[in-house]
């Protein structure tokens, strides 16, 4: 337990050395002393390592690892050590390439199984004790009968892990080892698969790890999830309450050994609300805390510009970092939309205190006046029009101005004042393999598309939904002033019309017609 409560904060050097071929592969730079160095001063105590081995190692039945592949794994571990971290590797990629096919030649996929641990537990057999081992990522498998076998099957996959370290002697009798669940899941009777092995096993350097990315919709702003709301919050407790009941309240340590949102992507902007975001954040590292699981955040290159060695949202890492000790304050929005025109009316908010105290607003290094720019009264703080009026300048589209609310402890929240106006939208042509609907945001922001048939049935993909997926069925282009739809929603939308309505961020819906006929699709207002 305090090993892992040592890892706490941890950090992913994702789509990194689980990249396939090699570790550039995915997008990101090779992995330098500066970039370790930078992440250990940020506060992370632990780095997880994600490492695919498929394709860097030779043929059965030695599957001898590929000597330079592993002289870089090394080089980083060694690297990522000196610095102070603990430091996880693991079989990554590998869940999926190979070893879900378990259930149908054990005996190849054990011999290649062990034989890849056997060299990994020789080659890191006297490293410190801050290294440690994960059996697999996100195990998962084909041709079972359904998941009670598919946890059987596993349990054979840890056990074998597990004594083959322990009997490689030297630091390995006793190195922390991490076992998960089936897909890494924290359902119930994934976690109480996973028990039967610890009970198996009577093994004290042993800890679990299960993944956690959210509520499915919230996660990939799906059927309307675009708020962290009540069925975010009842996830991320229950989920959280059950490895803590299952795990450490028995003395087993618990490692989240991934987390974030899945859609949250610097490269694909506005599927993931920032103050929504902010929200999930705050509570994973209170809820984290409270039970004393070590979370590792998944950071493929969303969080961390790796080349700058610069967080791409500070305000982002702020919160993390703040939810690591204690609790901050947020709002209902961090988002206030005012009209172009016309005169500017006073607006509220309401205050998710958290514990903390409201302590004033601030615009850069300038205190807003209480009475006159703003109220509290209880949890609402209203923002005054004269205030407001201020803040909006010349009411430019956009945003116009960004205050701060501060509280007694923890990272501040920031708050957008928006001038805009319903968007527009004209008449369209094109195909099913190509078609933008012509808008003009006019400073607004979309949070969400419907879809519907005549009959004001569901269309397109996910059908048991009218809210469809962000940027996988449509996506914004403020730049060119469209919304692109996508070849993905068309393959499954029947001929004839359909019904879209746009959801702004600042309350406003649109109506919009398409109608489909073959490859060609038509769209108007009317």
Known sequence: MARVAAMQPGWNLGNTFDAIPDETSWGNPPTTQAMLHYVRSQGYNSIRIPITWSNHHGPAPDYTLDAAWLSRVRQVVDWSLAEGFSVMINLHHDSWQWINGYP?????????????????????????????FESINEPQFTGTSGDSESDQVLNELNTAFVRLVRASGGGNATRLLVLPTLYTSSEQARLDALTGTFNQLHDPNLAATVHFYGWWPFSANIAGGTRYDSNVESDLVSGFDRVYNTFVSRGIPVIVGEWALLAYDYTRPGIIERGEFLKFIEAVGYNARIRKLTTMLWDAGSFLERNALRWRDQGIYEMMKASWTMRSGTASSDQVYLPRSGTITARTLTLNLNGTSFQGLRQGGTNLANGADYTVSGNTLTLTAAALTRLAGNRAYGVNATIEARFSQGAPWQISVITSDPPTQAAATGTTSSFSIPTQFRGDQLATMEAKYADGSPAGPANWTSYKEFWASFQPDYTANTIILKPEFFAEVNDGRVTLTFHFWSGTKITYYITKSGATVTGSTT
Do not use: E, I, P
């Not at 034989?115 to 410190?128: E, I």
């Open 104 to 132: 149908g030649d054990r005996t190849t996929v054990m011999n290649r199984y062990n034989a890849l641990w056997r060299q990994l537990a020789g080659t890191f057999r006297d490293y410190s004790q801050k290294l440690v």
